[in-house]
């Protein structure tokens, strides 16, 4: 975000769009989108982002199948009758 308000003062300084993308290490293209959207107004990136996901749960990791047919088998196999 900070790169993007960088962008938007050199051009509103009037540097041109090729001297802004080597000074700031941005690309021609991404500064000229720069200049086309509208000035950011805050810098809060925490707000725009949103709450982080959780880490997925891993399922069926420890567990017998879902399948009854499946889950009785493997509790059979487990205790070692199908030996």
């Keep these: 975000m900070l790169k993007r308000h960088e962008v938007e003062i050199l051009l509103k300084a009037g540097h041109r769009k090729t001297e802004v993308a080597r000074l700031t290490g941005v690309s021609l293209c991404s500064v000229k989108r720069i200049a086309q959207e509208g000035p950011v107004m805050h810098v809060d990136d925490a707000a725009e982002r949103g709450p982080t996901p959780s880490r997925p749960a891993q399922h069926g990791r420890d567990f017998p199948e879902t399948n009854p047919r499946d889950s009785a088998a493997h509790t059979r196999a ?6």
Excluded: N
């Excluded at 487990?78 to 030996?83: H, N, T, V």
């Design 78 to 83: 487990k205790a070692g009758l199908f030996r």
